[in-house]
């Protein structure tokens, strides 16, 4: 089936705002080719325009890479503490600073996220006013024009909506700059509280059909989404999230119209041959050996495989490793239901300190069979690989520990297939992001009713997706194909107690079933549960053998709910922009 990734050339010079140069106007930047009206204001035109703007989903472009990657492994994961930075300790310095919690406001990264969100605003805000030019002058249809315009205005949302949940801080009235096709970028400010407008864009997402025919593009299930996120993160708008979820659970299809609902198999939602399967709401479309020199594949993951040459993906760069409050997260009780206060008090036995030759024995204790398609441990077989075989996949274990990310990697099979050939690594893969999965829409949904003492709470949806976990054949098995490979036991809640009950087990349900896919720190923003819960993770992991190391100046504020502004934009905003700190 057709989907779209590819920027076409004529979108990216048309990219107008937020590059980081020498310019007036820190929102402005005069194109190095000029532009022909006449070309662009056709249909192929503006569709070349709003492909620009689809590219810029991955937060990826020439120039920006996995610094700013919307899958959120650094921003998302990384910082909620489901993983640590990996890697050694001295490389890709900012990526200690993030996960430290010493934000620093001239943080390149900070600044590379910030540039790769704008310049996607600037590309639909290009699409739109390409295309009411293109009605005006016949060459479009009002049909099409509208089409453009509400696929335009929903990515807009999302895009602004990336920024607010990055940079936005009530407390100060700091927030972040809006930019529509209307905007003055000389005297534009970030003291306006934009979420009414972030609504209406994503609302005008939500008007689009279900079938968009390409698999890349919004639709309206994509727009319910993101706006009852919106409505969630925001305003704390449970009753009106409920609505667009309930409906997106019960109506939702991906982007070419085909039903939306649980895989089958929780280990088949992350295998690329399945990526746009029937677990996707929404897949980033990524895609290798294309002529692009691996720029459309998984460039913001690049870093994130296991370190060992030879029989192990990726080759590089040992990054995004997971903690092990993470990995003990998985242990489940005589009932096979997850120990929600006391997770912590006893270990998934690791292989910190042993060199792969060395005596091991693995964890005898039940776990959660989807802990080992999250994570790479010693012994448990990795896709089809072999078996992980401990430090020996690891860049350095005395930095940050013992284990390895799985849910993005391919399979020893794909590799040639599904993986960039001839490049520094092959960890460009054609994995695409699931960015919104049936699971995720689920258990959203249950979030909103027991936020709001509603049905069952959220019972149902919470054991649908344990009832899916429990299925074993999807447990990870010995290269016999029969034997499991570990001690799976997972069962279903046979009620909730109370509201607090009901919501405290949504929660960690969140934890188990999307960890390692860039939600967790802003699931805690959501829930005003960064400080308490980082800070508690953060003293178990000190106790860790690389404890000291990983997490050495690290602490948790009130003011690390967000990030601080890039100070390159202020400083080329003339003082229009203020630091929302």
């Given amino acids: 089936m057709k989907s779209i990734k590819h920027a076409s050339v004529i979108a990216i010079m048309a990219g107008l705002i937020l590059l980081d140069a020498c310019q007036e106007s820190f929102l402005e930047i005069t194109p190095n080719g000029l532009l022909d009206e006449a070309v662009l204001a056709t249909y192929e035109g503006v569709d070349a325009l709003l492909i620009g703007a689809y590219s810029m989903v991955d937060g990826v472009a020439y120039g920006f890479g996995w610094e700013s990657a919307t899958s959120g492994w650094l921003f998302g994961s990384m910082r909620g503490m489901e993983a640590n930075r990996g890697g050694d300790s001295g490389d890709n310095p900012s990526t200690h600073y993030i996960t430290n919690f010493v934000d620093r406001a001239t943080d390149p990264y900070l600044n590379i996220k910030w540039r790769a969100v704008y310049e996607g605003v600037s590309r639909c805000n290009s699409t739109i006013i390409t295309a009411r030019a293109a009605e005006e002058t016949g060459t479009i249809s009002g049909e099409e024009a509208v089409s453009f315009i509400r696929q335009a205005r929903a990515l807009r949302g999302f895009y602004h909506f990336e920024a607010w949940r990055l940079w936005a801080d009530r407390t100060t009235g700091a927030f972040v700059p809006y930019v529509d096709e209307h905007t003055d970028l000389f005297t534009i400010t970030n003291t306006e509280d934009i979420r009414a407008n972030i609504i209406e864009d994503l609302t005008e997402g939500t008007m689009l059909p279900n079938n968009m025919v390409q698999v890349g593009r919004f639709n309206r299930s994509v727009s319910q989404v993101f706006l009852a996120k919106a409505q969630m993160q925001m305003y704390g708008d449970y009753a009106a999230a409920l609505i667009l979820l309930a409906d997106?659970?019960?109506?939702?299809?991906?982007?070419?119209?085909?039903?939306?609902?649980?895989?089958?198999?929780?280990?088949?939602?992350?295998?690329?041959?399945?990526?746009?399967?029937?677990?996707?709401?929404?897949?980033?479309?990524?895609?290798?050996?294309?002529?692009?020199?691996?720029?459309?594949?998984?460039?913001?993951?690049?870093?994130?495989?296991?370190?060992?040459?030879?029989?192990?993906?990726?080759?590089?760069?040992?990054f995004f490793q997971p903690t092990q409050d993470f990995v003990n997260s998985f242990r489940t009780d005589a009932n096979g239901l997850p120990f929600l206060d006391t997770y912590n008090d006893e270990k998934v036995t690791n292989d910190q300190g042993l060199a792969p030759e060395d005596p091991f024995i693995?964890?005898?204790?039940?776990?959660?069979?989807?802990?080992?398609?999250?994570?790479?441990?010693?012994?448990?077989?990795?896709?089809?690989?072999?078996?992980?075989?401990?430090?020996?996949?690891?860049?350095?274990?005395?930095?940050?520990?013992?284990?390895?990310?799985?849910?993005?990697?391919?399979?020893?099979?794909?590799?040639?297939?599904?993986?960039?050939?001839?490049?520094?690594?092959?960890?460009?893969?054609?994995?695409?992001?699931?960015?919104?999965?049936?699971?995720?829409?689920?258990?959203?949904?249950?979030?909103?009713?027991?936020?709001?003492?509603?049905?069952?709470?959220?019972?149902?949806?919470?054991?649908?997706?344990?009832?899916?976990?429990?299925?074993?054949?999807?447990?990870?098995?010995?290269?016999?194909?029969?034997?499991?490979?570990?001690?799976?036991?997972?069962?279903i809640y046979a009620a909730f107690a109370d509201q607090a009950a009901a919501i405290k087990a949504i929660k960690f349900e969140r934890k188990l079933e999307l960890g390692q896919e860039g939600h967790r720190y802003y699931d805690l923003q959501r829930w005003g549960d960064v400080e308490s819960e980082l800070n508690r993770i953060l003293d178990y992991e000190k106790t860790m053998e690389w404890g000291s190391s990983h997490y050495s100046i690290a602490t948790v504020g009130p003011e690390d709910v967000n990030f601080p502004i890039p100070q390159r934009q202020i400083d080329v905003s003339n003082g229009n922009l203020i630091q929302n700190r």
């Fill in 248 to 318: 997106a659970a019960a109506n939702g299809t991906n982007p070419a119209g085909q039903a939306a609902g649980l895989e089958p198999l929780y280990g088949d939602i992350f295998d690329i041959e399945k990526r746009n399967g029937t677990e996707s709401i929404y897949t980033v479309q990524y895609s290798v050996n294309d002529g692009s020199g691996g720029w459309n594949g998984g460039r913001g993951e690049v870093l994130n495989f296991p370190y060992k040459s030879g029989e192990s993906p990726g080759g590089c760069c040992g």
């Fill in 362 to 491: 693995e964890y005898t204790g039940q776990l959660d069979p989807r802990l080992d398609w999250a994570v790479g441990r010693r012994g448990i077989p990795y896709w089809d690989w072999c078996e992980h075989t401990g430090s020996d996949w690891i860049r350095d274990q005395r930095h940050a520990g013992p284990y390895s990310p799985k849910k993005q990697v391919y399979k020893k099979s794909q590799e040639g297939i599904y993986t960039e050939v001839g490049n520094w690594t092959s960890g460009y893969t054609a994995n695409g992001y699931r960015m919104i999965r049936y699971a995720d829409v689920l258990l959203l949904k249950a979030e909103c009713e027991a936020m709001l003492s509603q049905d069952d709470m959220g019972l149902g949806e919470v054991n649908a997706i344990r009832t899916r976990a429990a299925n074993p054949d999807g447990f990870v098995k010995e290269e016999d194909g029969a034997t499991y490979a570990a001690n799976y036991v997972i069962g």
